[in-house]
């Protein structure tokens, strides 16, 4: 399964289209909604930090180095796009397969 279409692979990467939601007390997966990866983001949109919360949370969370794991289009955008390495593929998939069987939270 490729998650509803919200991960795609190019040759030895991942894409991972992602909806932001900063400002929240602690980083954590919502669920999976309109083809995208909804996650909280503990950090405000200021200064590209929760950009940097958003691409530290998820390396932590796939078990990939934080360098592997980087923004590839909407900076200033609630949606986006994320570059992350072939190797976290397995795990990704687990996480949007445990979405899937849970309920939807939040917004």
Same mark, same amino acid.
Request: hydrophobic share 35%; glycine share 10%; proline share 6%.
């Given at each position: ?17 992602? $909806? ?7 980083? *954590? ?6 083809g995208r990866l909804r996650v909280k983001v503990a950090a405000a949109?200021?200064?590209?930090? &929760?950009? *940097? !919360? ?12 934080? $360098? ?7 900076? $200033? ?12 593929? !397995? $795990? ?11 309920? &939807?939270?939040?917004?």
């Open positions: 399964m490729e998650g509803g279409s919200c991960i795609r692979v190019s040759g030895n990467l991942l894409y991972l289209d992602v $909806k932001a939601l900063p400002g929240a007390s602690r980083s *954590q997966v919502l669920g999976l909604g309109a949109p200021q200064d590209g930090k &929760a950009n *940097q !919360e958003l691409c530290t949370y998820l390396a932590k969370l796939l078990n990939c180095p934080r $360098k592997a794991v980087s923004l590839c289009s909407g900076e $200033k955008s609630r949606l986006k796009t994320l570059r992350l390495p072939l190797s976290a593929k !397995e $795990k990704l998939e687990a996480l949007l397969q445990e979405q899937w069987t849970l309920p &939807a939270q939040g917004p």
